[in-house]
C-alpha cells in the first residue's frame, strides 16, 4: 500500500499550521479580518483533506457509504455553529445556517459539479445512478411540505398558528422516523466500486490513516467554523452586508467547503456516482436529519429552532426542490443544467444582499 506522497505530507503540515494559527488568531483576538482570511484558508485546507481521504475511502466502498460518512463528516461545522447561534439566542443566524446550507448545496454546489462532470463526459452528458436523485427530492419535498404549511398557517392566522413549536416538534419526528426508513436499506444497497463502468485503482492509505484523517478534519472543521464566524460578524459590520447574505451566502459556503471541494474534484476524475453522493447525502441529511434534529435538541437550549421561517426562504426551498427533482431526476444532467442551478443560487445570493 502506497504511503503518502512529500507533496501531500507538505500540504497535510501547511493545514494543520493554518488551522493552529486560525486558533492563536482567534483567542488572541487579532483583527477581524486576518482572523478572517486565516479561518477562510485553513476551512478550504481541511476540505481539501476531507476531499483526499474521501477519494480514498471511495476505492474501498461503495458511493453511497462513502457519501454518506463524507456528508456527515462535512456536516459537523452546520451543527456547532446552529447549536452556538442558539445557545446565544441569535435565531436569524441558526436558520439562515440551515437553510443557506440546503440551498448552497443543492443548487451552487451541485451546479458546478454537474458542469464540471458534463465537461468531463465524452458527449457533454453526466451520467449517475437515478436512485439518490429521486430519494433526496422525496426527503427535500417532505420538509419542505412542513414549512410550506406551517408558513401558510401563520399568514392566516388560523388556530394552529398558536402552536408552532408542538407542531415543529411533531414534524421533526416524522422527519427523523422517516430519513432512517430510507437511508438504512440506501446504505445496505450500496454497490461495490468499480461498477461506474472502468476499474479503479486500490486506496493507497491504510483504513485506519484514512478514517483519522476524516475524522480529525471533520472535527477541526467544526472549530475553524467557529472562529470563522467569530472573525466575520464584526466583518459584516465594516463591509456593512446584510446579516441574510452573510447566513444564506458566507457561512453556507464556508461551512459547506468539504462538500465544495471533494464534489468538484470527483467530478473532474469522472466518479460521477460518487461525486452526486457526496453533494445529495449532504443535502438529504441536512434537511431531513439535521434539520429536525436540531429543531428538538433546541427545546433544550435558551432559543427554541421552527420549522416556521420567513417567505422568502420558504418560496425558495419550495422551488429549489422542483428544480433538484427536475434536473437530476433521470440520471443524467447536461452542461446548462448546471450553470441553470448556479444561475438560480445566484439570483437568490443578489436578494439576501438587499435583505
Request: include cysteine.
Amino acid at each position: 500500500m502506497t504511503a503518502l506522497t512529500p507533496l501531500e505530507r507538505s500540504a497535510l503540515l501547511l493545514v494543520a499550521v493554518l488551522t493552529a494559527l486560525a486558533g492563536v488568531a482567534n483567542y488572541q483576538a487579532w483583527p477581524a479580518i486576518p482572523r478572517f482570511a486565516i479561518a477562510t484558508l485553513a476551512l478550504a485546507g481541511l476540505a481539501w483533506v476531507v476531499s483526499f481521504a474521501t477519494e480514498q475511502l471511495g476505492e474501498r466502498f461503495g458511493p453511497g457509504v462513502t457519501g454518506m460518512m463524507q456528508s456527515t463528516l462535512g456536516n459537523l461545522p452546520e451543527l456547532f455553529v446552529v447549536i452556538f447561534a442558539l445557545k446565544k439566542g441569535e435565531l436569524v443566524v441558526a436558520q439562515t445556517a440551515i437553510v443557506g446550507s440546503i440551498l448552497a448545496n443543492a443548487l451552487l454546489v451541485l451546479g458546478l459539479v454537474i458542469v464540471v462532470g458534463a465537461r468531463r463526459a465524452p458527449d457533454g452528458i453526466m451520467r449517475f445512478s437515478k436512485r439518490l436523485p429521486r430519494d433526496t427530492a422525496t426527503l427535500l419535498q417532505v420538509t419542505v411540505f412542513i414549512i410550506v404549511l406551517l408558513g401558510l398557517s401563520l399568514a392566516s392566522h388560523d388556530p394552529a398558528s398558536h402552536h408552532v413549536k408542538a407542531i415543529s416538534a411533531v414534524g421533526a419526528v416524522c422527519l427523523l422516523i422517516v430519513y432512517l426508513a430510507w437511508v438504512v436499506p440506501y446504505l445496505r444497497s450500496d454497490v461495490a466500486p468499480g461498477t461506474e463502468g472502468e476499474d479503479r485503482p486500490g486506496p493507497r492509505l491504510g483504513l485506519g490513516l484514512t478514517l483519522a484523517l476524516l475524522i480529525v478534519a471533520g472535527t477541526a472543521s467544526a472549530f475553524v467554523s467557529d472562529w470563522f464566524i467569530n472573525g466575520l460578524e464584526p466583518a459584516i459590520s465594516i463591509l456593512h452586508i446584510s446579516q441574510a447574505f452573510a447566513g444564506l451566502v458566507i457561512v453556507a459556503i464556508a461551512g459547506n467547503a468539504a462538500e465544495n471541494t471533494a464534489g468538484l474534484v470527483l467530478a473532474y476524475k469522472g466518479r460521477s456516482d460518487l461525486a452526486i453522493s457526496v453533494v445529495k447525502n449532504s443535502v438529504a441529511q441536512i434537511a431531513a436529519f439535521l434539520f429536525p434534529l436540531l429543531v428538538l435538541v433546541s427545546f433544550l437550549l435558551t432559543t427554541t429552532l421552527t420549522f416556521a421561517l420567513a417567505p422568502v426562504y420558504i418560496g425558495a426551498l419550495a422551488l429549489t426542490a422542483l428544480a433538484l427533482w427536475q434536473v437530476t431526476g433521470d440520471g443524467e444532467a447536461a452542461e446548462f443544467e448546471g450553470w441553470a442551478l448556479v444561475a438560480l443560487y445566484v439570483i437568490l445570493a443578489t436578494l439576501t444582499l438587499y435583505e
